[in-house]
């Protein structure tokens, strides 16, 4: 069974900081990519970072400058470093991995439960 769970979600003012982290369990092959995407109420799921296993990163217009996105491929874990949050960013944050299965060579996409962000005074 692969899992992912995420973890580092909260409560934060207006400026603060927060770190998320994502950590795939199970028995895989290797991992293409991992990101993190994220759904406000009333609002679609979007995109906000993702890097690849080569260190590649990809980041929404908004959150460029203020969120880093950074992995450790030997771990099958990923980060998201959030600095000068706003109130905009609050939502669920769900963790995104690609990955090959270890039984059947096949490329395989998984989502972790989401972890909370919310941004207020």
């Known amino acids: 069974q692969v899992q992912l769970v995420e973890s580092g979600g909260g409560l934060v003012q207006p400026g603060g900081s927060l770190r998320l982290s994502c950590a795939v369990s199970?028995?895989?092959?290797?991992?293409?990519?991992m990101g993190w995407y994220r759904q406000a109420p009333g609002k679609q799921r979007e995109l906000v970072a993702t890097i690849t296993s080569g260190g590649i990163t990809n980041y929404a217009d908004s959150v460029k400058g203020r969120f880093t996105i950074s992995r450790i491929n030997a771990k099958n874990t990923v980060s998201l470093q959030m600095n000068s949050l706003k109130p905009e960013d609050t939502a669920v944050y769900y963790c995104?991995?690609?990955?090959?299965?270890?039984?059947?060579?096949?490329?395989?996409?998984?989502w972790g439960q989401g972890t909370q962000v919310t941004v207020s005074s």
């Open positions: 199970g028995k895989i092959f290797s991992i293409n990519a």
């Open positions: 995104n991995a690609e990955y090959i299965d270890i039984v059947v060579v096949t490329t395989v996409e998984s």
